[in-house]
């Protein structure tokens, strides 16, 4: 039997724009390792979507490595009493389908785009990424984690005010910490009309993610 690879993360993880979503490196990386994977990427994911699912899943399911992909500290987790967890950020369109049938949903759109603080949004980042490889490291489990971006604008506004916290995190299993993340290393690469990188990339994400394993 195969070893087991979960990987978590964003559409960048699930392979958005691709001509199939199996050609997204979570793929290419298990093929390098010779693993058996599950892709729990799910496009528009934020860093709190990331990081309770990956818990649920760790929860009931065993795998041998685990690999985080996670996204922009400006995405925001959200339930109302409907009970569907969403996801949005400052910015987000209001002409979304996410409220078309949900109009009320604007209000809290509108409150985090004008009012959110982006240094608190990188602290939780933080926060969040330091909780889960302290799950990680409490039972046992191999992982390794990836930013989406290095240079994002959150980063760039909190990372001088919580760079105490920064020192938390156990950088030797995340790959390109303070030096690059999935669009740094794939900035030469082709990419669709909506921000992703196709096959070449995806190949490329597959390629580091072994090789800082294999070392």
């Given at each position: 039997?195969?070893?087991?690879?979960?990987?978590?993360?964003?559409?960048?993880?699930?392979?958005?724009?691709?001509?199939?979503?199996?050609?997204?490196?979570?793929?290419?990386?298990?093929?390098?390792l010779?693993y058996?994977?599950?892709?729990?990427?799910?496009?528009g994911?934020?860093n709190?979507?990331?990081?309770?699912?990956?818990?649920?899943?760790?929860?009931?399911?065993?795998y041998?490595?685990?690999?985080?992909?996670?996204?922009?500290?400006?995405?925001?987790?959200?339930?109302?009493?409907?009970?569907?967890?969403?996801?949005?950020?400052?910015?987000?369109?209001?002409?979304?389908?996410?409220?078309?049938?949900?109009?009320?949903?604007?209000?809290l759109?509108?409150?985090?785009?004008?009012?959110?603080?982006?240094?608190?949004?990188?602290?939780?980042?933080?926060?969040?990424?330091i909780?889960?490889?302290?799950?990680f490291?409490?039972?046992?489990?191999?992982?390794?984690?990836?930013?989406?971006?290095?240079n994002?604008?959150?980063?760039?506004?909190g990372?001088?005010?919580?760079?105490?916290l920064?020192?938390?995190?156990?950088?030797?299993?995340?790959?390109?910490?303070?030096?690059?993340?999935?669009?740094?290393?794939?900035?030469?690469?082709?990419y669709?009309?909506?921000g992703?990188p196709?096959?070449?990339?995806h190949?490329?994400?597959?390629?580091?993610?072994?090789k800082?394993?294999?070392?």
């Amino acid at each position: 039997m195969k070893k087991q690879l979960l990987t978590v993360g964003d559409s960048f993880t699930y392979g958005d724009e691709l001509k199939d979503c199996y050609q997204a490196w979570p793929y290419g990386l298990a093929d390098r390792l010779d693993y058996e994977v599950h892709n729990m990427g799910q496009s528009g994911a934020s860093n709190a979507s990331i990081l309770r699912r990956t818990l649920e899943e760790l929860a009931v399911n065993h795998y041998d490595l685990v690999v985080i992909g996670w996204t922009s500290p400006g995405r925001i987790e959200w339930k109302d009493d409907i009970g569907i967890a969403y996801n949005v950020w400052p910015g987000y369109p209001h002409t979304a389908p996410l409220f078309q049938d949900h109009p009320w949903r604007t209000d809290l759109l509108n409150y985090i785009s004008q009012h959110h603080d982006s240094a608190y949004l990188y602290q939780q980042y933080l926060i969040q990424v330091i909780s889960l490889q302290s799950y990680f490291q409490a039972n046992n489990i191999n992982y390794r984690m990836i930013d989406v971006r290095h240079n994002d604008y959150y980063r760039r506004v909190g990372a001088e005010m919580h760079e105490q916290l920064a020192k938390q995190i156990h950088v030797e299993m995340f790959i390109g910490w303070n030096k690059f993340g999935i669009i740094e290393l794939t900035k030469d690469c082709a990419y669709g009309p909506c921000g992703h990188p196709l096959e070449k990339g995806h190949e490329r994400i597959a390629n580091e993610i072994a090789k800082h394993i294999g070392n």
